[in-house]
Structures are given as C-alpha cells and as structure tokens.
C-alpha cells in the first residue's frame, strides 16, 4: 500500500515535472516567433523609411534643380537688361557728346557775330555823329539843338495823327466795353427770366354750401363783426356764390383770415370767443409759413448762417410787395442776378449776394419804425451783426448812400433789372397800398389806439381803443379829429367813412 503511494507521487512528480518541462519549452518557441514577428515588422518599416527618404531626397534634388535654373534664368535676364542699360547710356554720351560740340561751335558763331555787330554799330554812331557835326555846322547849331529842332519839327507834323488816333481809341474802347456790358446784362436778364403776378387786394375762400354763410354772419351779425374785428379785414358774403371774398390791402391779414375762417368751417364752431382763439392760431401758422419761406430763399440762393431771427424778418417779405411786385421773389431774383454780375466782374458773389437778398429787409418793418426802409434795413443788418462789407453794398441801391464797393454798384444795377424790366412792376397798385398805409398811420398816431384796420377799398377807416383810457366823448372827439387830420394831409376821391369803436368786455372764470 505504501508503495503504491509512493510510485503514485512519484509518477505524479514526474508528470509534473514533465508538464513544466514541456511549458517551459513552449513558451521559448513562442517568444522565439514572436522575436521573429517583430524583427520582420522593424525591417518592413525601415525599408519603408528607405524608400520615402529616397522619394524625399529625389524631390529635393529635383527642387534644387528647378530653383538653380530659374536663378540662372534671372541673372540672365538682368545681365541682358544691364548690358541694354549700358548700350543705351553709352549711346546718350555720344548724343551729349555731339550735341555739346554743336552748341560750342554755335556760341563761337554768335560771339563773332555780336563782334561784327559792335563793330557796325560803331560805324554806325560815327558816321551819325559826323553827319549830326556836318548839319549842326551847315545849319549854325549845336548837336543837342540840332536834336530838338529835329524832334519838334517831328512832334509838330504827327500831332493831328497822334490825336486822332487816341479818339480813334477811346471811341473803340468805349463801344467795346458798351457792347461788353450789354452782353454781360442781356446774359443775365435770359438767365433769371419769369413772370411776376401782381398780388390782389381780395382772396376767395371757397365753402362747402351756401348754408355755412348764416353762421359765419351770425345772429344780427355778431360773428361776422367779431371776424372783423379780430383779424382787420372786410368780409363779402353776398358778393360770389359758393364762396367768400376776403377784402384788405394787407396781404398778411388777408393770409390771417383765410386760414382762420378755413379752421373755423372746418370745425364748425363759429362764435366770438372760438373766433379770436382761430385768428390767434393763424396768425401763429402765418408766422411759421413765412420764416419757411425765407428758409427756402435762403437755399434757393446759397445763403446760410444768418442770424435766426434776422430770418424771421426776411420771411415777412413773402407777403409784402413794392409796386404790385412780391419783394422776396424780387429779391431772390435780385440776388441771382447780382451773384452772376459779381462772377462776371470778378467781384465778391457771396456779399453781392446777400446784399441784394437782404437790400429790402426794411419794408418787412417800415410800418412799424420811423424812417426810409434803407436806413431802417442799416440798422437791423448791423443790430444782428451783419458783415459791414454786406450792408455797404445794400445802402446804395436807391443811392441814398455814394458807392463805397463794386458790389453796391452791383446790387443797385441788380435791383434795376429785376424792377425795370417790362411787366415786373405796377405803379397803381404800389400807391393804392400807400394812400392805405397812411391812412392806418393817421389812425395809429392817435394815443389810445389798439388796432386799425382801412377797409372797403379805403372808403372806411375802422379804429378799436382802449375802453379804459378813452371815454364815449373821446371817441367822438377822436372821430371828428382824425377825420380832419385825413382831411388835411391825404388826398384822395369820394369820402372816407371813419368808425371809432369803444367795446367793453368783462371775462370771469368759474372754477
């Protein structure tokens, strides 16, 4: 039994032993392939790496090759172009070279020429003397008296050529520079050429239906009164259907009530109160529409930077006319035309410019202020700081003032043109709105007086005082005194009707 345990163990021994031999021997094959795998595998890349450093190198040289040949392609080319260069300056030399031999051999010319010259002017002077010597012996007289008697004779034989060749000149020159200044205004007269519209003394406002007539009358003509009052115009109902004719020789007024009375048809509340709140508004809306016009003349003739409130004046001459002519359409025409008369005389455009555009500014105010409406446009130029040079030049355009500038000749020969041509101007008109004028001054002299309004062609004159500083008999008094005043300092056909009214009004507010 034990032995058989023991040829068990040791026959297990063995087979151990024999397994871990045969293991053993196992994995040395094994690593011997796989030693054989790997050293396969570094010969394929390095093989791998020969070739591609072969493909490298073999670019390389190719590279190499191609650069070499484009260098000497190049050196090529800029030795031929230096060799060109060479030739070309080398054949410069020879031209200079020749040319600097011509030229030499020219001065040795010319200085034996300005030899020979001196050398005949020499003879020249001699023999001049000798003869001069020879007639001064001949005639009894010296040289120099000799040379004054010979000049006098001269003088004496050419003086009636003489003086008619300078009237020759003069005449010419003044038929050229007459022909000159004719072209010069025949141009500028063909370049502003257009049409003025004198403006009327009336203005249709057109309504809806004849209906709105007996509102805007109002009860025993309340409305119509107040509209009248308030905005100094007269006002016809009856006169053309399907509209109403606004009557006064104040353009601006007229403008007042047109949009006033529009507003009011408009919104269809027609009484006192609504009345004078929709004058006030327009006057507001005339106000603007007129510093828009003066805005657009300001553009239209290429002015700018002028004072904001100068503006404001400029734009009151859009409703504003001088002989039935609009003053701002005159003066914008005014100022184109002096603009291309100073490019002509090569004098300043822009202050002949502004001279002309602004050479009215004082009828925008002339009824308001004492004086010529020049003087008065002199002194708002220069209140606003206006440049000197500008108001020299419109000072002069009624020649009240001597032309200090070419400019002031400009702008006066400018306001010629623009209110002489035919058509441009009405005379009747013009003193129409004058005998107007002075017939509103009259009223407004009289202290106590709020607003005048001259109406109904001139044959009313229509004045509203102050309830608390003029009583019902000044009024009265007031009537038959200013009724003698016009009288005594106007004249003018038929009669004129004169209406002082005194109007007290309370207003109270509830709150």
């Known amino acids: 039994m034990n032995l058989t345990l023991i040829t068990l163990a040791m026959l297990g021994g063995g087979i151990l032993l024999f397994g871990a031999v045969l293991g053993y021997f196992l994995r040395v094959l094994l690593l011997l392939g796989k030693k054989g795998s790997m050293e396969l ?82 003879r020249i002077e001699k023999t001049k003397e000798e003869v001069e010597q020879k007639l001064a012996g001949m005639a009894g007289l010296s040289k120099d008296e000799a040379r004054e008697e010979l000049f006098h004779e001269v003088e004496k034989k050419s003086e009636q050529d003489i003086m008619v060749r300078m009237q020759k000149l003069e005449i010419g020159a003044e038929e050229k520079l007459d022909r000159r200044a004719k072209d010069i205004l025949a141009t500028v007269i063909q370049r502003v050429a257009g049409g003025n519209a004198g403006d009327i003394m009336s203005t249709l406002v057109p309504i809806p239906s004849d209906e709105i007539k007996g509102k805007i009358i109002g009860k025993e003509g309340r409305n119509i009164r107040a509209f009248e009052r308030a905005s100094g115009v007269e006002v016809l109902i009856d006169d053309t259907p399907g509209s109403i004719v606004l009557s006064s020789f104040d353009p601006v007024r007229r403008q007042v009530a047109r949009v006033a009375l ?85 004098a300043d455009v822009s202050v002949a410019k502004m001279g002309a555009l602004l050479h009215d500014i004082g009828k925008a105010v002339d009824h308001e202020v004492q004086g010529t409406h020049v003087e ?75 607003k005048s309004y001259a109406i109904a062609a001139g044959r009313e004159l229509r004045v509203f005082v102050n309830p608390k500083t003029i009583t019902d008999l000044d009024a009265l008094k007031m009537a038959q005194e200013m009724a003698r005043k016009i009288e005594a300092e106007l004249k003018y056909p038929g009669e004129i009707k004169v209406c002082v009214i005194r109007e007290n009004r309370v207003i109270e507010h509830a709150r």
């Open 376 to 450: 008065i446009g002199r002194k708002i130029l220069q209140k606003f700081g206006v440049d000197n040079r500008v108001i020299q030049a419109m000072q002069s355009h009624h020649e009240e003032y001597p032309y200090e500038t070419l400019e002031s000749i400009i702008v006066q020969t400018a306001d010629a043109i623009s209110g002489g041509r035919p058509g441009a101007r009405r005379d009747s008109v013009e003193n129409y709105l004058k005998r107007l004028t002075e017939l509103e001054a009259i009223a407004n002299s009289f202290t106590g007086v709020d």
């Open 41 to 122: 595998d570094i010969k394929k890349k390095m093989l791998e790496a020969e070739s591609r450093a072969g493909h490298i190198v073999l670019e390389a040289e190719q590279k190499s090759s191609r650069l070499l040949e484009e260098s000497k392609r190049q050196i090529n080319e800029k030795e031929t172009g230096l060799r060109k260069l060479e030739e070309r300056l080398l054949s410069k030399d020879e031209t200079l070279d020749k040319r600097q031999g011509d030229l030499d051999k020219e001065v040795e010319g010319l200085k034996q020429k300005i030899g020979e010259i001196k050398d005949i002017k020499e």
């Open 262 to 346: 529009e507003q009011l048809i408009k919104d269809g509340r027609i009484q006192p109160a609504r009345i004078e709140e929709m004058v006030d508004k327009a006057r507001k809306d005339v106000d603007k529409i007129m510093k828009e016009k003066a805005e657009v003349a300001l553009v239209e003739t290429g002015i700018f930077n002028l004072d904001p409130r100068l503006v404001v004046i400029l734009g009151r001459l859009h409703f504003r006319t001088s002989y039935g002519q609009n003053v701002m359409q005159h003066s914008v025409e005014m100022a184109h035309i002096a603009g291309m008369l100073a490019e002509e005389l090569s």
